[in-house]
């Protein structure tokens, strides 16, 4: 049970004396300095900088992409203020709107009694959050959540994730206009049976800054992208056939939208070979996320459309035995300007990707491409060469390459995965083809588990190695036992005698 609905909330305690503030009794230390000496303005923004991020708040968007999965307790911060002195409580109270209070209804809050627990909170903005990935709610917190949705001119944020068959009553009770909606995150947990999930045509919130759609279907004639004139995050992730939306739709939406900062869109279906109407481009001068999965025909069909410089993109495509992105390239080599220089390929049991970073001490990644497969790894690395060369030139800058797992380490599933691999299997052209992408590459980081695959590709083949592969490497790094470079020799005498050195190094 939350604070609020405790019987003790809107009961302070006795004013705290100078000594209980710092643990100590006033006789031992008289002289203690108390916060009550600070003057209401001066403790207000004690309290505003002591409020946490909320979901959405912060510059960090993953946590909005991925539905907010972290638990939204953040929204109770100032239930325990309230409860020092009536001083501080009055104050908290009566800067509601400054300190952004909310009032959250989530599993086991009684949602009726807090809804009207006294005059001094029937009025603060809701914050609905209910997440029950695979059980249905107890018959209490589905009401809960009901009636708190009920409350349209209250609510602020609202997070619903949980199984499409518990999901549709929620759905169907957020319609009408929300005016102080700020964050709608709705996720379908299990996905498929998209057709039954349909988000009402009639919801309208002007003040949405923060909108993720995951896992079922939006009408065309949904007022609520029209009206969401303000977005900051967009995410819309619908995964089924029989739900299609034009480019053309899309980029009319996005017009909309001027402040969008975070874009997500997802899973589409692949676009069928029609023109898009739309030349005009639209501008989104303060977008910096950028990210999209799905079929390279329908990124295609609109990209070269927006008007942007986002500072992290990526991509991960459905296409698996062809890709054809040559708008996408121009528009990337042109407009958006790409330049990078250090760049990991990473492998796991089922998907392999190129993440490039603007150099080589940075954190955050500025472009990753992903493909996603479940086959074996020499299809994976077939499909990973196949992007390192479709962006070939946005690469070719690349001086630091390392070749790297993403799975967790220690898993069963991804250790039995790569025990099974068979390196001497491996058609070495695949290899080739990766790695000829990086011309301008002058050191080589190489992973255990792949040590063993890139020794074998660079032993001589017919008593030659061809020298215009990685033509600038100067270090060639690799990690596990000492006696695993040893497959590195051949390639390094090669090199000395050619007049092009390479370090080998243990990490």
């Keep these: 049970m939350s604070y609020l609905a405790s019987s003790s909330f809107l009961r302070p305690t006795e004013r705290i004396g100078q000594g209980e503030m710092s643990g100590e009794s006033e006789s031992q230390s008289p002289h203690t300095p108390s916060i009550h000496v600070l003057d209401d303005d001066s403790l207000l923004n004690v309290f505003y900088l002591y409020r946490p991020f909320l979901s959405g708040e912060d510059d960090n968007d993953e946590d909005c992409f991925k539905g907010g999965e972290q638990h939204w307790g953040e929204e109770c911060w100032w239930y325990k203020l309230t409860h020092v002195c009536q001083r501080w409580q009055n104050l908290i109270f009566r800067s509601a709107y400054y300190l952004g209070l909310s009032l959250l209804c989530t599993k086991g809050t009684p949602v009726a009694d807090m809804l009207t627990h006294s005059s001094w909170t029937s009025s603060l ?48 009770a957020i319609e009408e206009e929300y005016p102080i909606l700020e964050s709608l995150i709705v996720l379908n947990r299990i996905k498929g049976n998209i057709r039954s999930l349909i988000f009402p045509e009639t919801l309208e919130a002007p003040h949405l800054h923060h909108l993720v ?10 007022r609520l992208l029209t009206s969401a004139v303000g977005l900051v995050t967009l995410c819309l992730d619908i995964d089924h056939p029989s739900v299609y939306f034009h480019p053309d739709f899309l980029l009319q939406w996005l017009s909309f939208m001027p402040q969008l900062e975070s874009l997500m869109i997802g899973h589409f279906t692949a676009f069928p070979e029609r023109r ?15 990210s999209f999965k799905g079929y ?17 993109i990526e991509i991960s495509f459905s296409d698996r035995r062809t890709l054809s992105i040559p708008r996408l390239l121009q528009f990337m080599n042109t407009t958006w300007n790409l330049k990078f220089e250090s760049a990991k390929v990473k492998f796991s049991e089922w998907q392999s990707s190129v993440v490039v970073y603007p150099h080589g001490e940075a954190e955050m990644y500025a472009l990753s491409v992903t493909v996603f497969s479940e086959f074996k790894f020499e299809w994976l690395l077939f499909y990973v060469a196949q992007v390192s060369n479709s962006f070939g030139q ?66 001589l083949e017919d008593g030659e190695l061809p020298l215009e592969l990685l033509p600038e490497l100067r270090e060639l790094a690799y990690s596990g036992s000492g006696e695993t470079g040893d497959g590195f020799n051949s390639f390094i005498d090669v090199r000395q005698k050619a007049g092009r050195p390479v370090a080998l190094i243990r990490y």
């Design 213 to 222: 759609l995951v896992g079922f279907a939006l009408s065309i004639a949904s």
């Design 394 to 459: 946005i690469l070719s800058a690349v001086e630091r390459l390392t070749l790297e797992r993403e799975d967790e380490i220690g898993s069963q599933r991804a250790e039995e995965y790569w025990r099974n691999v068979d390196h001497n299997g491996v058609d070495p052209i695949k290899w080739r083809r990766l790695l000829s992408s990086f011309s301008n590459v002058k050191t080589l980081r190489i992973g255990n588990t792949f040590v063993e695959g890139v020794s074998r590709f660079l032993q």
């Design 125 to 172: 903005p809701l914050a609905i959050d209910y997440v029950e990935k695979y059980l249905p709610l107890a018959a209490e917190d589905e009401e809960g959540a009901i009636l708190a949705l009920k409350q349209q001119n209250r609510v602020r944020r609202i997070r619903l994730f949980m199984p499409a068959k518990n999901l549709q009553r929620f759905i169907d």
């Design 296 to 312: 390279s025909t329908y990124l295609e069909a609109f990209v070269h459309l927006i008007t942007a410089c986002p500072e992290k």
């Design 276 to 290: 898009v109407e739309r030349q005009t481009p639209v501008t989104l001068p303060n977008l910096h996320h950028f």
